[in-house]
């Protein structure tokens, strides 16, 4: 009886071994994804399969790439033909374009990605506010800026003055990189365009969206909310935002600054004065 007790422990003992042994080798495997969501000090932001940040640049809210030559040797495209993502993102949103250079390159919401040269680590952000024209790559931007060229309606180039030249302004965008204004007859946080039936909102659609993430150099309490005939309307430094029409939700279009004339319905930026009573 002992003989056998003694026998039976032993395979008791033997049989726990081998489960031990099972469940080392079946430890899943960490998963990885080309694309990734990781917390940092600026929150979270999108970074390769490594932790390494991604990155806009404020001169592409076009949707194209402006990044070439020397610039490359700072910011390297992130290149990708099928990327895997994080399950936690949105595949709708990311798409492919051929770099200038024949590369193919990753777009979020139609930012072009790259990375900073000067990240030594996963986790760094140093590429942030380089230039004033490079943010991290963040998923739920409700603001971003840009920089370009202004283009009116008219098909004339404009300066950040409304005058007629050539020179690249700063503005604000969505996160979509498409164009917010303001109204010169509109007071602080007081919309003096819109109808009370929402009859021209078309000509002006009002900017409505929640308040998340914004670059680091836009102060979020520079924004509030205003009700306008029981819809929200986001505003600026006092100014209420719209979209213009006919920019027709292209990216990056300024058709808006020279309508009627220019300076009537002006792009805004950090510059913008403060809306008087």
């Known amino acids: 009886m002992k003989k056998l007790t003694h026998y039976t422990l032993l395979s008791v003992m033997g049989l726990l071994a081998l489960s031990c042994n099972d469940d080392d080798n079946n430890t899943p495997e960490t998963v990885t994804y080309d694309i990734e969501v990781k917390e940092t000090t600026l929150g979270d932001v999108l970074t390769d399969d490594q932790g390494m940040t991604l990155y806009f640049f404020t001169k592409d809210v076009d949707g194209n790439s402006t990044c070439t ?70 998923t739920d931007y409700s603001i971003m800026l ?59 659609p009002i900017f409505s969206a929640d308040l998340e993430s914004l670059p680091s150099t836009v102060d979020k309490t520079l924004f509030g909310e205003i009700d306008v005939f029981g819809k929200k309307q986001l505003t600026f430094k006092g100014w209420p935002l719209y979209y213009f029409g006919a920019d027709s939700t292209t990216r990056g279009a300024t ?11 002006p792009i805004l930026n950090l510059d913008t004065p403060e809306a008087s009573e």
């Open 146 to 204: 840009a920089d370009k060229q202004l283009v009116g309606n008219d098909g004339k180039n404009y300066l950040s003055d409304y005058t007629e030249g050539d020179g690249s302004t700063q503005f604000l965008v969505d996160g979509q990189g498409r164009t917010l204004y303001g109204f010169v007859n509109d007071t602080k946080d007081k919309n003096n365009y819109t109808k009370e039936d929402f009859s021209n909102d078309g000509n002006w």
């Open 255 to 265: 058709k808006g600054v020279s309508v009627p004339r220019p300076g009537v319905w």
């Open 69 to 138: 030559g020397n610039c490359l040797t700072n910011w390297p495209l992130f290149t990708k033909t099928t990327p895997t993502l994080d399950p936690s993102l949105d595949a709708s949103a990311f798409g492919t374009i051929t770099h200038p250079s024949g590369s193919t390159q990753v777009t979020y919401r139609g930012w072009p990605l790259y990375y900073y040269a000067g990240d030594a680590a996963a986790g760094d952000v140093k590429g942030e506010n380089v230039g004033k024209v490079w943010f991290v790559a963040k």
